[in-house]
């Protein structure tokens, strides 16, 4: 059972996130920049090559989550009065874009968020084709938007909205898995411009 209440509005999974940081991390901004990711590519030796802003952002947490002490988790599992103030004691403030995805892994370990939930929040969403409806079209889309091409789609995800726990909580109360099928036919997907 959820436990439910208004924690108010959830960000756009496209709104633009500020320039932020915190004593625990940086903000989102060094990874939704353009400009930073042209210079990435520039300094590259000849024949390199730069990983998406994804891994780069999940290296950087992994090199960060090493140097924080282990959470010792609560018993109960799911949408607990336990667990939410839990959350609320180890996440309060502002959030670095660090301690925004641990408190994502960690509802996930508690049990409040699926994985699904958290593939979604953090953009890493993988949704198959039907197989009985593929045709052998391919359709190519142009974006004018250079985020599209520099940044990989990195940011749409709605976790580079959260500037807070009750971003991440609001955005997991609105969130509908029945709304995100893992299959979906080629025509729904041509329409929701994931082809």
Known sequence: MRITGKFGAYPSPYSMPKGR???????????????AQKRKMEALPEGGSLSSVYMQFKEDYR????????????DSRGWTEEN?????????????????????????????ISQKEENYATGSTMIAIDPSDINQCIIVRDSADPRDLWLGGFHKAPMAGFRDLEDILSWVE???????????PWAEAVARGLV
Do not use: C
């Not at 939410?84 to 959030?95: N, P, R, V």
């Not at 670095?96 to 508690?110: G, I, P, V």
């Open 84 to 112: 939410l103030a839990f959350l609320k004691e180890h996440y309060s403030g502002d959030l670095s874009a660090f301690e925004a995805y641990d408190a994502l892994e960690t509802m996930r370990r508690m049990g409040v």
């Open 63 to 74: 090199a960060w989550k090493a140097g924080q002490p282990e959470l010792v988790l609560p």
């Open 174 to 184: 609105e969130f509908r898995t029945e709304d995100h099928p893992d299959t979906i």
């Open 21 to 35: 940081r915190t004593g625990n991390g940086p903000g989102w901004e060094q990874y939704l920049d353009v400009e």
